[in-house]
């Protein structure tokens, strides 16, 4: 049973208060720089997130300095030294996708159910037409953005409500659990939050990531997942003279694009259904790169995917030359379900603390991936547990207060399964 935490005004504040520090430090990860981290940023994230680890008392604690990891325990309680060791862990970064500079967040007490102006003089609106599950939220607290920016709920409330945990945990002699590993990664969201996570120091048998979404939501499925840069290359002559000369690359890559299936696009997918998404272009006749991400959650499918992209790129090739399109493509994790199924405690005992404290387990499939996917196959199975944000990687993200409370408590009620 829990015996404090529960309904603890403190706690409940700290993790608030902790998040909407995090969030103001810029720590936006890049898939253009080609360096570990990728962002020197992600270490101001850091270095803060050891000082309050050495502050509040963990031990072992590892500030990996030149890949920017952050390595800490929290010690088992007396009489539980031989327990399991677990690992929770959240990861620094926000996603490129939109800019986390100057982060100002603002609190929306006991929200009405209709429409959030963020940004009144850009005419930003958080709308309920287009983010109707917001609604189940009225009555609660809500933490937006003012329009410009990403929040950053991903991940920096998993990092939230895992300090707020390791506090309580080290000044509480009443809840029993074992060993507690914490990590926080760089780089999660371009794919690269694994490539120097040292599994052997970390230490843990089992982990869970605390990186999803809404209240309740817990993982052991996501996606396989390649990323693929589609290189065309154009020839470029003066447009009065260009008959038969020309070769526009932005309109090979249009081309492209339209030959891979309309409907295997995010826009009309959902649950287990994979699609290609063109994520980013850029160009001009001469050359146009094109970035794409491929995903499915069956693994023939995924494979199928990919042998059609390039299919597209042999027969766009036939047509405009050999080396008019040069793809690099590149598998970045698979489905964790194969090592998760091994191990179906990991999901029984988070949803059995869910209906504790009252909260209806969402089992579903990530339309994404964590880096417990690939630390699963990496020999540490974690599946993935939410953090309380919604609408990630965009202005309107949002936080729920009420949510990131109780995930804090789902926290402190799952550690104590492993004793």
Known sequence: MVKCAVNRIEDDMNVIERFLGY??????????????????????????????????????????????????????????????????????????????????PRMVEKYDGQDIVLNEALNVVLKVADFPEIKKYVGQDLIVTDGTTLLGADDKAGIAEIMTLAETLLTSKDIKHGKIRIAFTPDEEIGEGTDGFDVELFGAKYAYTVDGGGLGELEYENFNAAGAKVHVHGRNVHPGSAKGKMKNSILIAQEFQSLLPTFSNPMYTEMYEGFFHLDGIRGNVEETTMDYIIRDHDRVLFEEKKTMFLTVTEFLNKKYGEGTIVVDMKDSYYNMREIIEQHMHLIDRAVESMKEQGTTPLVTPIRGGTDGARLSFMGLPCPNICTGGENYHGKYEYAVVQSMEKITDLLIRLVQKFV
């Open 23 to 104: 969030v103001k430090i810029d720590t936006c990860s890049s898939e253009e720089t080609g360096t570990h981290p990728s962002t020197a940023k992600q270490h101001n994230l850091a270095a803060l997130l050891t000082k309050q680890l050495e502050e509040m008392g963990a031990t072992e604690i590892t500030y990996d300095k030149e890949n920017c990891y952050v390595y800490a325990s929290i010690p088992a309680s007396e009489g539980c030294e031989n327990a399991d060791v677990l690992g929770l862990i959240a990861h620094m970064d926000t996603s490129p996708a939109m800019s986390g500079t100057d982060v100002k």
